[in-house]
């Protein structure tokens, strides 16, 4: 039986097939160069330098979704600002969005440059204990496109996940573009030996992004990734002129929760649509200090509260049971 | 070779992009192949979303197996429009596609090479966000390509995205054919206030920065969304129906009805 190594993609040869590293499906395995070489060294060093480098980092969350403009950006810069409003806090944000590049905008950062010291790249500070690292800091302007194939891309995700110096924080938040492609597969295998906490789950309401959030759970159980659980965002919209509540993104198939019910994970909450967040991420802006009682406010808190709990629950978890097997 | 011999056949090629997820590319793609088909247009809608395909799902094509004849793929018809998506390929609809990018360059390539749509006036090609192998794959190996149509929202965060889809396709030397700003706006049912909850403005910002034609706003429309209905260029009475008439009529003329 060949040896198909864990990350290797759909119709691997095997490790120690002729065709090892040379057959069409070999192209983008992380271990193709090994592989078409003649002396096998075994898996990407990276991966264990990655593991070094984020041994520091306790908590690590990476929000996902299947569907494009739901909201992860906007979610994760969010769930930042509400982790480090607990300033005994680190926090930091990573933005593996090569292509669109989010997160510097949203997190009030654009222009920013990022600098290289001994120890690594130094991320950029949105507040004292929040700090950030994404493609978008290193191109000339917020215009300027990343056209890259998939390998280039790898290779920079390889980058951040290796060379960014956080320190010692407590929660890392990557946020990711949408699919299940290069960007999803690097980054859960560059961090398959991290000890990853989690994924969130973003989705809105109606079938078409369920469609492509039921995809994205699939993936997650193929690579064992953990679910946190599933958000559903811009559900239903509230004038502020006569306070009647409309959907604009019907859940004609259940929504968010009938979903995270069917598939056996954990509904977190419903994000209401309020205007007042998209201005926020255009203007750079903290929606929790602009706007500090809304609907969306305490539902944005209520979910927070909610990863909290489960990381911690999930520490203690492995505590006890690091300590079982020390006995 | 056989990409060209197929694309021979195609008169016009336009695709719809846009560098952010979540505008309505394919919301307007389909909505766009649709009237065009209704005019009488030989037209073709090919979903290159390799990882979210949608098009099936808002054209009501349930599961189906896909035909191949002594020509190639038979492409699925929805009235007299011609259709092909990954999605059709799938063994279940929740299948995720989980490919590095060299094995979507390749199957994009398959899709080019096999499928035969025959003679069409137009194909429409629905991408997905962003500006990597999908986007490259599409503009670098389709000859004679009329055409983008980038689709944004009001939100500054989109534009961002938008102009870096619109110096991809200068650094391709495509021309973008003209900008389309997708919800724009709401018009609360109760009290009528028109309420901008995806901000505004944004459209016109990159069609004067980039000059580049706003062919025109499309309003939200939840009439047409209540009903499951994705076509909202069949409710005519509705503002956005005969908004987006107004954009494919402007998509014809610049790109069918101009002069060979």
């Given at each position: 039986m060949a040896d198909i190594p864990k990350d290797a993609p759909e119709?691997?040869?095997?490790?120690?097939?002729?065709?090892a590293g040379k057959?069409?499906?070999?192209?983008?395995?992380?271990?193709q160069t090994i592989c078409s070489s003649a002396k096998p060294q075994g898996p990407d060093p990276a991966i264990g330098e990655i593991k070094n480098r984020l041994a520091s980092v306790k908590h690590k969350i990476i929000v996902l979704s299947g569907?494009?403009?739901?909201?992860k950006s906007t979610f994760t810069a969010h769930l930042a600002h509400g982790l480090a409003a607990d300033e005994s806090k680190q926090i930091g944000v990573l933005d593996v969005?090569?292509?669109?590049?989010?997160i510097p905008r949203i997190l009030g950062l654009e222009g920013e440059q990022v600098h290289q010291s001994s120890s690594g790249w130094s991320p950029v500070y949105v507040t004292d204990n929040l700090a950030v690292m994404s493609v978008g800091f290193l191109?000339?302007?917020?215009?300027?496109?990343?056209?890259?194939?998939?390998p280039k891309k790898n290779g920079m995700i390889k980058q951040f996940l290796r060379d960014?110096?956080?320190?010692?924080?407590d929660y890392l938040v990557i946020d990711t573009p949408p699919g299940t492609s290069d960007e999803h597969i690097s980054t859960t295998q560059y961090l398959s030996q991290t000890n990853v906490d989690g994924a969130v789950l973003l989705t809105t309401p109606q079938e078409v992004a369920l469609q492509d959030v039921r995809k994205e759970i699939t993936f997650c159980r193929k690579v064992n990734l953990p679910i946190i659980g599933v958000v559903e965002n811009m559900s239903g919209f509230v004038c502020p002129k006569c306070t009647t509540e409309s959907v604009?993104?019907?859940?004609?198939?259940?929504g968010g929760e009938k979903m995270a019910a069917d598939s056996n994970i954990p509904f977190l909450g419903k994000l209401p649509l309020d205007p007042r967040i998209g201005k926020c991420c255009d203007e750079g802006k903290n929606y929790f200090e602009e706007v500090q009682e809304s609907p969306a406010t305490l539902a944005f808190k209520s979910i927070i509260d909610k990863i909290k709990d489960y990381c911690m629950k999930r520490r203690e978890q492995i505590e006890t049971d690091t300590g079982e097997e020390n006995r | 070779m056989e990409i060209v011999k197929r694309m021979s056949k195609i008169k016009h090629k336009i695709a719809v992009m846009s560098g952010?997820?979540?505008?309505g590319k394919s919301t307007i793609a389909v909505n766009l192949a649709v009237a065009l088909s209704k005019k009488g247009y030989r037209t073709g809608i090919l979903d290159?979303?390799?990882?979210?395909?949608?098009v099936p799902r808002m054209l009501k094509i349930g599961k189906k197996d896909l035909i191949i004849s002594a020509e190639g793929i038979v492409p699925v018809k929805v009235g007299n429009l011609k259709v092909i998506s990954v999605q059709l390929l799938?063994?279940?609809?929740?299948?995720?596609?989980?490919?590095?990018g060299p094995r979507k360059t390749a199957a994009i390539r398959q899709f080019l090479v096999d499928?035969?749509?025959?003679?069409?006036d137009i194909l429409v090609i629905d991408c997905p966000p962003g500006t990597g192998d999908e986007h490259l794959t599409i503009l670098q190996s389709i000859p004679f390509f009329d055409g983008i149509i980038m689709v944004t929202t009001p939100h500054e965060v989109s534009l961002d995205d938008v102009e870096k889809s619109i110096n991809m396709a200068k650094h391709l030397k495509i021309k973008v054919l003209g900008i389309v700003e997708n919800m724009s706006g709401f018009v609360?049912?109760?009290?009528?206030t028109e309420i901008p909850i995806f901000g505004s403005g944004g459209g016109n910002k990159i069609a004067s920065k980039t000059n580049i034609p706003l062919l025109g706003n499309v309003p939200i429309d939840i009439a047409s969304k209540e009903l499951e209905?994705?076509?909202?260029?069949?409710?005519?009475?509705s503002e956005t129906s005969k908004r987006l008439l107004k954009i494919v009529n402007k998509i014809e003329n610049i790109v069918l009805k101009r002069e060979e």
């Open positions: 119709h691997c040869p095997g490790t120690d097939s002729g065709s057959a069409s499906a070999c192209q983008g395995c992380p271990n569907k494009g403009g739901v909201g969005d090569i292509c669109g590049p989010s191109l000339s302007g917020p215009d300027d496109a990343v056209i890259w194939r998939g960014v110096d956080w320190g010692e924080i604009i993104f019907p859940p004609t198939t259940g | 952010k997820g979540g505008v290159i979303d390799i990882h979210g395909p949608n799938l063994p279940e609809e929740n299948s995720p596609i989980i490919w590095r499928v035969s749509w025959g003679d069409l609360c049912p109760e009290c009528k209905d994705v076509l909202l260029i069949e409710n005519g009475e």
